[in-house]
């Protein structure tokens, strides 16, 4: 089946620093891409959509100007959490379709802030 | 809006026992339902989906059962292994052409030797 590869897969950083997720389709092209956020015991959550040459569409409650997504490429979307503080501790996870097929999921970011 | 429960949280079980795990979805206008199995470290893997037409789908030992107008589903496991441990995960796609997936809590199941 298809791949998506996600990087890093944990990432440990001092509060106010800005962290960056590449989530890369590995054998398909994806004009769109999904990121997903996990806090513990809860359910994954949608954040934002990443669309191949234009701007993302947030979720109601996620901040844009926080959590920046550039999908500047058909193979690759980013999510970069800005200033990032103990709050932001999450598993992040990215996701693309294949037209017609399953939803695929990258492997996960763990982000603990300190 | 659409809120998708899982019960139960967690199940132990010892091999070769059939299982069900159930999930239930409060909007019964969805597009699709997908049953996913989370591993540690390595993400989410589709099971099975089952469009909203469809009553159920089967994958080897794996069958989902979809009834939509009740807003439930179950994932049936046969002859469960120590491979088969997991959290395993229940969404669904809304209608209205949004991609957006909605996803319950999950169902860590352990399968013991």
């Known amino acids: 089946g298809a791949v998506v590869s996600q990087h890093p897969s944990w990432v440990i950083c001092k509060s106010g620093t800005s962290v960056k997720i590449e989530c890369r389709s590995l054998d398909f092209q994806a004009t769109t891409m999904f990121w997903y956020r996990q806090f513990p015991k809860q359910s994954l959550m949608l954040m934002a959509t990443?669309?191949?040459?234009?701007?993302?569409?947030?979720e109601q409650g996620v901040e844009k100007d926080k959590f920046l997504i550039n999908h500047a490429s058909l193979t690759l979307s980013t999510l970069t959490v800005t200033s990032a503080h103990p709050e932001d501790s999450s598993f992040y996870i990215c996701?693309?379709?294949?037209?017609?097929?399953?939803?695929?999921f990258g492997s996960g970011t763990q982000l603990s802030v300190l | 809006k659409q809120e998708v429960t899982q019960i139960p949280a967690a199940l132990s079980v010892p091999e070769g026992e059939n299982l069900v795990l159930n999930c239930s979805f409060t909007d019964s206008a969805i597009y699709n339902l997908q049953w996913f199995r989370q591993d540690p470290g390595k993400g989410l893997t589709s099971l099975l989906l089952i469009q909203s037409s469809q009553r159920e789908q089967t994958s080897g030992r794996l069958n989902a059962s979809l009834d939509k107008s009740s807003g439930r589903s179950t994932l049936y496991i046969a002859a469960s292994q120590p491979g088969d441990s997991a959290t395993y995960l229940c969404?669904?796609?809304?209608?209205?052409?949004?991609?957006?997936?909605?996803f319950g809590k999950g169902t860590k199941l352990t399968v013991n030797p």
């Open positions: 969404a669904v796609q809304t209608q209205g052409g949004s991609e957006k997936l909605v």
């Open positions: 996701s693309a379709r294949v037209v017609g097929e399953k939803l695929f």
């Open positions: 990443s669309n191949e040459g234009s701007k993302a569409t947030y």
